[in-house]
Nanobody
Framework: VQLQASGGGLVQPGGSLRLSCTAS????????IGWFRQAPGREREAVSC????????YYDNSVKGRFTISRDNAKNTVYLQMNSLKPEDTAVYYC??????????????????????WGQGTLVTVSS
């Protein structure tokens, strides 16, 4: 069971990046996927999550209107499109998967360690 996060990099303020989270060893069809980020000196926080099936989504207030989460079950991949990036978006971004965290309330309130599977992080740096 493995999650691979990719797509990070250096981008100027106002720019865009698309992160990908690809699973191997299991199918994402029945899992919620969460994108989290951790900036230096700060706790890991949920950025955006998507449930299986109806694709119920959660966005942190800090990214609403700028980030979009989507899933492509055929590619076993979940994406996080990040637009209008700000310096405060700079962090290591992680993806996580869980079969039981499926409601918007739980996706936005449960701590990161409630999520079952984790991938390695990908660094996003927003700087001019």
């Amino acid at each position: 069971v493995q999650l691979q996060a990719s797509g990070g990099g250096l981008v100027q303020p106002g720019g865009s990046l698309r992160l990908s989270c690809t699973a191997s060893g299991f199918t994402l069809d029945y899992h919620s996927i969460g994108w989290f980020r951790q900036a230096p000196g700060r706790e890991r926080e949920a950025v955006s999550c998507i449930s299986p099936g109806d694709g119920n989504t959660y966005y942190d207030n800090s990214v609403k209107g700028r980030f979009t989460i989507s899933r492509d079950n055929a590619k076993n991949t979940v994406y996080l499109q990040m637009n209008s990036l700000k310096p405060e978006d700079t962090a290591v971004y992680y993806c996580a998967a869980d079969r039981w965290i499926t409601t918007k309330h739980d996706m936005g309130s449960l701590p990161p360690d409630a999520w079952e599977h984790w991938g390695q992080g990908t660094l996003v740096t927003v700087s001019s």
